[in-house]
């Protein structure tokens, strides 16, 4: 019941904001799991902070944990179908709304494809290239993307290590 009252207060508070703020009307897909989180994480930033980002299951379990400890009003037994639902609509792979990513072409080596296939899940591969960074900062970006859900094997994961570090060192 408290649910939908705060559905109804929510709708009564975009009604009002919306002329003023042009606020973004962001479209949840359908699923079960959907409610909750129309509800529970809109109430202390918009929900473009869940729909513009990408990332597997495991990624989204941590981040509903994290907003519960920050006091999102999730039930103990809600947690599971809200990660679902996360992973299913926002997880690697899934398409952005509107315009694709910049394209961005590659220097050949060991490696390229590795990249291109597994590093532009989830962001352009602009926001790959966009640094030069030292090994080690390599190291540490690709191995959070696995955590993320990047689908890499550990082999995998190492060659594009090698290939980002040779041609986008910071040395
Ligand atoms: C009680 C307030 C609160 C609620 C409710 C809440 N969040 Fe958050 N959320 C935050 C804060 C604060 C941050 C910024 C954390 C940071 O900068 O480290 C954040 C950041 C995020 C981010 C990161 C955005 C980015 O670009 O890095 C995601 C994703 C997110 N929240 C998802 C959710 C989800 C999913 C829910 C519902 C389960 C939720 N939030 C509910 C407070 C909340
Ligand atoms: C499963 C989703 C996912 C995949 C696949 C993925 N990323 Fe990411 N990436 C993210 C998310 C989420 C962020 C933003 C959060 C962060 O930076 O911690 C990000 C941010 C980044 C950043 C900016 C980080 C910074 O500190 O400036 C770089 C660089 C990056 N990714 C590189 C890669 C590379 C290289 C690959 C392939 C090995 C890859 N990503 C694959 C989810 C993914």
């Known amino acids: 019941m408290r649910r939908f009252i705060l559905i109804g207060a929510a709708a009564a508070l975009v009604l009002v904001a919306a002329p003023l ?32 980002l990408r990332q597997g299951e495991q990624a989204w379990r941590y981040q509903v944990y994290d907003m519960v400890l920050r006091g999102a009003q999730i039930a103990p037994s809600e947690i599971d179908g ?23 072409t590659l220097p050949d080596g060991a490696g390229k494809e590795l990249v291109e296939g597994g590093c532009a899940l989830c962001h352009g591969l602009d926001r790959v290239v966009a640094a030069k960074r030292s090994k080690g900062e390599w190291n540490g970006i690709v191995k959070r993307m696995v955590f993320f859900g990047a689908p890499l094997a550990p082999d995998q994961a190492t060659t594009i290590a090698a290939y980002l570090d040779s041609k986008f060192g910071a040395d």
Request: hydrophobic share 40%; aromatic share 6%.
């Open 82 to 104: 809200t990660v679902k639902y996360l992973a299913a609509s926002f997880g690697p792979g899934v398409p952005f709304p509107g315009p694709p990513a910049a394209p961005v």
């Open 21 to 52: 703020a042009a606020q973004p009307v962001v479209q949840l897909p359908e699923g079960e799991g959907r409610d909750v989180v129309a509800t529970a994480c809109s109430q202390c930033h918009a929900l473009t902070a869940i729909t513009q």
